[in-house]
């Protein structure tokens, strides 16, 4: 069992910054892709990015690329959302998530474990 938790969702005017967290306990942390989806109210879970067990590669969907940059500390057990230039159409509810297999799916039914998510509100 993977347990996740995210923190650092908030308020943010356009143009503002925001730096989520998953701090993740259970099996071996540093083993297992991670990713981030949102999903927006009325809307299908999409991916937003994912970064794969040992850090060295990273995936993005394209209206995030240049702004949003994932990482982690297998460490600490953290993987790390930064999100800079916030838009309005960025609003949604993140979670993060756990791929028990081979790396690297886009795909939300790909992944094993979630989190509960955190809102992110970008105000224009």
């Known amino acids: 069992q993977v347990q996740l938790v995210e923190s650092g969702g908030g308020l943010v005017q356009a143009g503002g910054s925001l730096s989520l967290s998953c701090a993740a306990s259970?099996?071996?942390?540093?083993?297992?892709?991670m990713g981030w989806f949102r999903q927006a109210p009325g809307k299908e879970r999409e991916f937003v990015a994912l970064?794969?067990?040992?850090?060295?590669?990273?995936y993005y969907r394209d209206s995030v690329k240049g702004r949003f940059t994932i990482s982690r500390d297998n460490a600490k057990n953290t993987a790390y959302l930064q999100m800079n230039s916030l838009k309005p159409e960025d609003t949604a509810v993140y979670y993060c998530?756990?791929?028990?297999?081979?790396?690297?799916?886009?795909?939300?039914?790909?992944?094993?474990?979630w989190g509960r998510g955190t809102q992110v509100t970008v105000s224009s």
């Open positions: 998530a756990v791929d028990s297999g081979p790396c690297c799916s886009r795909f939300p039914s790909r992944y094993d474990y």
């Open positions: 970064i794969s067990g040992s850090g060295g590669r990273m």
């Open positions: 259970g099996r071996t942390f540093s083993s297992y892709a």
